[in-house]
């Protein structure tokens, strides 16, 4: 789950490369996802974490160079 700034709670699917490299993983609707990266300010994800739950990850993503 992903939220921008404090608007609604956006699901985005994700996925692991072909190559199945441990820790990566690509969002597959990028494009929406980075439509609205650009207008935010904060971004939160929540993941799952095996034996360990969930977890939100803040970032101040403001002024971010495009």
Known sequence: MVRFDD???WKFDI???VE???GLLFIHD???FISQ???AKSLKIEADFYQE???V???DVR???W
């Open 37 to 39: 990266l650009r207008k």
């Open 57 to 59: 990850f803040e970032f």
């Open 30 to 32: 990028k494009e929406e």
């Open 20 to 22: 199945s490299t441990t």
């Open 7 to 9: 608007s609604e709670l």
């Open 15 to 17: 996925g692991e490369p």
């Open 53 to 55: 739950g969930p977890r």
């Open 63 to 65: 002024g971010l160079d």
